[in-house]
């Protein structure tokens, strides 16, 4: 195997629309995701205070 494939989807971030959202938002994440950092949940709620949205609720 002389070449390493990378999945595009894997490259996408959903935080530039977590910065403009209004609508309140559900964020469950797991402890032993693989993929997902475990540090998403603090930069997704940055990002949605970023957007001047009230209904952040963090559990």
């Not at 559900?26 to 205070?49: C, F, G, W």
Request: glycine share 2%; net charge positive; no cysteine.
């Amino acid at each position: 195997m002389d070449q390493v494939q990378i999945d595009k989807k894997l490259l996408y971030t959903p935080i530039p629309y977590f910065e403009i959202t209004k609508q309140p938002v559900l964020i469950v994440q797991r402890t032993m995701d693989e993929i997902i950092p475990n540090n998403s949940y603090s930069l997704i709620s940055k990002a949605i205070k970023k957007s001047g949205n009230n209904n952040l609720k963090p559990f």
